[in-house]
């Protein structure tokens, strides 16, 4: 009887290591789970992080500032327009100088080793060369003699520039037409309080400093020519 019960005892207090041993394994591997969720949480945290940054890579942000919603113009230089007859006159050579004045050295054709690496061009005075284009094509069609006439020359022609290709002018209308609608200028307008029309003239504007990308076109110039191509 003695016997038996220290074998009980015995059996029992054998028993006992094996318990402690199974809580141990239990806890480690609650606390190993718990580990785990953490770690996946955490990968998800970081992967949604960078998800997020490259959509934000891929997709337009909105450049600001805004005033109540509206972009508000680029540029930090104020200034307002005025009417000038010189760019809107018959193509003559004192007309074709103040084109020529406004197209840097190089024709804003440039080369930068960060910036433009491989040859490019300042869109806006790709800009300038369509809207010179369509004013010459314009007085071109306007001035031309009739068709019976085989022998007659506007006479701007023969000291400015030769006919534009009709290609050419199409290409610029819808050119100019997407160059506008980039630029997206927010300036308001204030109307007449007589005609209830604006023309622009006269009032508060905010744009780019032209004379400093002219400047820094012609610091970059890929080459030395000069004046504007028609």
Same mark, same amino acid.
């Given at each position: 009887m003695g016997h038996h019960i220290f074998e009980e005892n015995e059996q029992g207090e054998s028993l006992l290591p094996t318990d402690a041993k199974r809580s141990s394994v239990v806890s480690k591997a609650s606390k190993l789970k718990v580990i785990c969720q953490w770690i996946g949480i955490i990968c998800a945290v970081l992967i949604s992080l960078v998800i997020g940054y490259l959509l934000g890579l891929s997709h337009p942000r909105d450049i600001g500032p805004f005033n109540y919603g509206l972009p508000l113009p680029p540029g930090a230089l104020h200034t307002s327009w005025q009417h000038n007859l010189t760019f809107t006159q018959k193509p003559s050579v004192s007309s *074709?100088?103040?084109? %020529?004045?406004?197209?840097?050295?190089?024709?804003?054709?440039?080369?930068?080793?960060?910036?433009?690496?491989?040859?490019?061009?300042?869109?806006?005075?790709?800009?300038?060369?369509?809207?010179?284009?369509?004013?010459?094509?314009?007085?071109?069609?306007? *001035? /031309?003699?009739?068709?019976?006439?085989?022998?007659?020359?506007?006479?701007? *022609? %023969?000291?400015? /520039?030769?006919?534009?290709?009709p290609f050419h002018i199409r290409h610029c209308f819808d050119y100019l037409r997407q160059a506008i609608m980039c630029a997206a200028d927010t300036n308001l307008e204030i109307l007449d309080h007589e005609t209830h029309l604006t023309n622009g003239w006269g009032q508060p504007k905010i744009c780019r400093d032209y004379d400093r990308i002219f400047a820094w076109a012609e610091q970059f110039a890929n080459s030395s020519d000069t004046g504007i191509v028609t």
């Open positions: *074709e100088a103040a084109w %020529n004045s406004i197209i840097p050295i190089g024709r804003g054709f440039v080369h930068h080793s960060q910036l433009a690496p491989f040859i490019s061009n300042i869109a806006v005075f790709h800009q300038l060369h369509c809207l010179h284009a369509v004013v010459v094509a314009y007085y071109h069609a306007l *001035e /031309s003699p009739p068709a019976t006439d085989l022998g007659a020359v506007p006479d701007f *022609e %023969n000291t400015t /520039s030769t006919r534009i290709a």
